[in-house]
């Protein structure tokens, strides 16, 4: 059995999903988690808000919805965060 990077299958949720997000929701952000979107969302910090509320300090993907990708960056396990903390700061 072949390991999947980690958020390889939050990454197939968008990809398999990105002409209905661009078509209904474009420029906003979606928060996907295991495979499965969870929201649509008008701020990023709204979104990782919402996923570290709903998931705790685990993998989920948040992804600006836009026809021309930039690349970023973000991976949570270098946040330090404790269970009273579930406020992101972007």
């Known amino acids: 059995m072949t390991k999947k990077e980690p958020l390889e299958k939050e990454i197939e949720t968008y990809e398999k999903n990105k002409d209905r997000l661009l078509a209904e929701s474009p420029g906003k952000y979606v928060l996907i988690q295991e495979g499965k979107i ?11 808000n919402t996923g570290f509320e709903k998931f705790g300090n685990v993998p989920f993907l948040v992804k600006k919805i836009e026809l021309v990708e930039q690349k970023q960056n973000f991976t949570s396990n270098l946040i330090s965060i404790t269970p009273s903390e579930t406020k992101c700061h972007v």
């Open 38 to 48: 969870e929201g649509i969302f008008e701020s990023q910090k709204d979104a990782m």
